[in-house]
């Protein structure tokens, strides 16, 4: 009897002693879990600064070839172009990584490197479309198919025209003629816009169409003020 009481008390010691060890250990662990969740409230987060680029004199100013640049309308992509060649007055730019585009008289002619180029476009009297008369043009554009053969579009266009519009490029802010190209061929349409300086063919911005897969690009005509600022 005297064993069995003597083991009974030495289980319930045993077992009290467990508990507190567990409670302990509880204890340790809620202690530790704190002390980190306090350390990481205390370390304030390093806030790492957006480079965003100014374009302005100054950053015109490092380039010693004449330039243009391309950007999506919503500006999330855009690319710097250097002058390739000029050929019947038709200008190319390339950017380094292979994309080009060409003109003529302003107007966007070929492209390459998109995912459904321009091959080639021919518009009537682009040699005279900004001389702020509203009248209606054709136009076709070329392009290739699945199958590697051409496929044209044919556009009935509108050009409409709008004086002393002030226009900022660089950190400039200038008088322009505005001119808004609208196009249709079938389902099909589109609008390009123009901010021509007055009694000139020189195009300081544009928004033109690509393509139906690629929509429009926007263009900075920078080289028009490279060696005048």
Same mark, same amino acid.
């Given at each position: %009897? $005297?064993?069995?009481?003597?083991?009974? $008390?030495? $289980?319930?010691?045993f077992a009290c002693t467990n508990?507190?060890?567990?409670?302990?250990? /509880?204890?340790?662990?809620?202690?530790?879990? /704190?002390?980190?969740?306090?350390?990481?409230?205390?370390?304030?987060?390093?806030?790492? +600064?957006?480079? /965003?680029?100014?374009?302005?004199?100054?950053?015109?100013?490092?380039?010693?070839?004449?330039?243009?640049?391309?950007?999506?309308?919503?500006?999330?992509?855009? &690319?710097?172009?250097?002058?390739?060649?000029?050929?019947?007055?038709?200008?190319?730019?390339?950017? &380094?990584?292979?994309?080009?585009?060409?003109?003529?008289?302003? $107007?966007?002619? &070929?492209?390459?490197?998109?995912?459904?180029?321009?091959?080639?476009?021919?518009?009537?009297?682009?040699?005279?479309?900004?001389?702020?008369?509203?009248?209606?043009?054709?136009?076709?554009?070329?392009?290739?198919?699945?199958?590697?053969?051409?496929?044209?579009?044919?556009?009935?266009?509108? %050009?409409?025209? /709008?004086?002393?519009?002030?226009?900022?490029?660089?950190?400039?802010?200038?008088?322009?003629?505005?001119?808004?190209?609208?196009?249709?061929?079938? +389902?099909?349409?589109?609008?390009?816009?123009?901010?021509?300086? +007055?009694?000139?063919?020189?195009?300081?911005?544009?928004?033109?169409?690509?393509?139906?897969?690629?929509?429009?690009?926007?263009?900075?005509?920078?080289? &028009?003020?490279?060696?005048?600022?």
């Amino acid at each position: %009897m $005297i064993k069995w009481l003597s083991l009974t $008390i030495l $289980i319930f010691c045993f077992a009290c002693t467990n508990d507190d060890i567990f409670k302990n250990e /509880k204890a340790g662990f809620t202690n530790i879990y /704190k002390n980190i969740l306090l350390r990481s409230l205390s370390i304030e987060e390093k806030k790492i +600064p957006s480079s /965003k680029t100014v374009y302005n004199k100054k950053w015109l100013s490092k380039y010693s070839q004449p330039i243009i640049a391309l950007s999506s309308p919503n500006h999330t992509d855009r &690319a710097t172009l250097v002058a390739l060649g000029n050929q019947n007055d038709k200008l190319t730019w390339v950017s &380094a990584d292979g994309l080009s585009v060409s003109f003529d008289n302003g $107007i966007l002619i &070929a492209t390459r490197g998109y995912s459904q180029d321009l091959m080639e476009s021919h518009s009537e009297g682009i040699n005279s479309i900004f001389n702020q008369i509203t009248k209606a043009h054709h136009k076709t554009y070329r392009y290739l198919n699945g199958q590697n053969e051409y496929r044209e579009m044919k556009f009935s266009c509108t %050009m409409a025209y /709008k004086e002393g519009i002030a226009f900022s490029l660089l950190d400039l802010t200038l008088n322009t003629t505005k001119f808004t190209e609208s196009c249709k061929s079938g +389902p099909s349409q589109h609008t390009n816009i123009y901010y021509v300086l +007055p009694n000139t063919n020189i195009v300081l911005k544009s928004q033109q169409w690509i393509s139906e897969t690629n929509g429009y690009i926007d263009i900075y005509n920078y080289y &028009a003020f490279q060696g005048n600022i």
